[in-house]
T-cell receptor, first 112, second 109 residues
Framework: DTEVTQTPKHLVMGMTNKKSLKCEQH?????MYWYKQKAKKPPELMFV???????INESVPSRFSPECPNSSLLNLHLHALQPEDSALYLC???????????FGQGTRLTVV | GQNIDQPTEMTATEGAIVQINCTYQ??????LFWYQQHAGEAPTFLSY????GLEEKGRFSSFLSRSKGYSYLLLKELQMKDSASYLC??????????FGKGTRLHILP
């Protein structure tokens, strides 16, 4: 299994909603990442987990809350988002932090 | 600061060769990646360079010169499916991977 699976593929949420994005990999990778990508822009790193510990938080607002329940799963909890948070949210994993990253297909999030 | 420069757009003809350049100025350097991203899809890994020189992988090759802060991705025998964005990404001294803005490559028949 060489895939990173993200669910849901699409999500529309209101500014008062609470939702979660999920990411799963079974490649035995020990680093997992959340990226945010706006249209025609490069992916921007949000969080890095290495060996299930949060290693990097790129000054992301607290309305985004990551969680790594185990080495295969990565969640991103969303609460009180703004319309400007609408973007493609990409999960990635790598054998270890800094190695070649495999990306999931992303969750296209629209905040209304 | 971190700065990774690539041309915004390039156009080439099916069957031809194209070279996409990337220059970088980052806080340390631990390697350089090239990714391909089709519109609306996730990036996919193409190549990784950490030492100077050329890495060849089928129709794609990537070159690195660390002293010049320069890399290029060479695509040969272009096919229509190569129309995509190509992202240069640098791993800095903390092993954080920083993406350039990407080069949108258009292939003409």
């Amino acid at each position: 299994d060489t895939e990173v699976t993200q669910t849901p593929k699409h999500l529309v949420m209101g500014m008062t909603n609470k939702k979660s994005l999920k990411c799963e990999q079974h490649m035995g990778h020990r680093a997992m990442y959340w990226y945010k990508q706006k249209a025609k822009k490069p992916p921007e790193l949000m969080f890095v987990y290495s060996y299930e510990k949060l290693s990097i938080n790129e000054s992301v607002p607290s309305r985004f809350s990551p969680e790594c329940p185990n080495s295969s799963l990565l969640n991103l909890h969303l609460h009180a988002l703004q319309p400007e948070d609408s973007a493609l949210y990409l999960c990635a994993s790598s054998q270890q932090w800094g190695a070649e990253a495999f990306f999931g297909q992303g969750t296209r999030l629209t905040v209304v | 600061g971190q700065n990774i420069d690539q041309p915004t757009e390039m156009t080439a003809t099916e069957g031809a060769i194209v070279q996409i350049n990337c220059t970088y100025q980052t806080s340390g350097f631990n390697g350089l990646f090239w990714y391909q991203q089709h519109a609306g899809e996730a990036p996919t890994f193409l190549s990784y360079n950490v030492l100077d020189g050329l890495e060849e992988k089928g129709r794609f090759s990537s070159f690195l010169s660390r002293s010049k802060g320069y890399s290029y991705l060479l695509l040969k025998e272009l096919q229509m499916k190569d129309s995509a964005s190509y992202l240069c990404a640098v791993k800095d001294r903390d092993d954080k991977i920083i993406f350039g803005k990407g080069t949108r490559l258009h292939i003409l028949p």
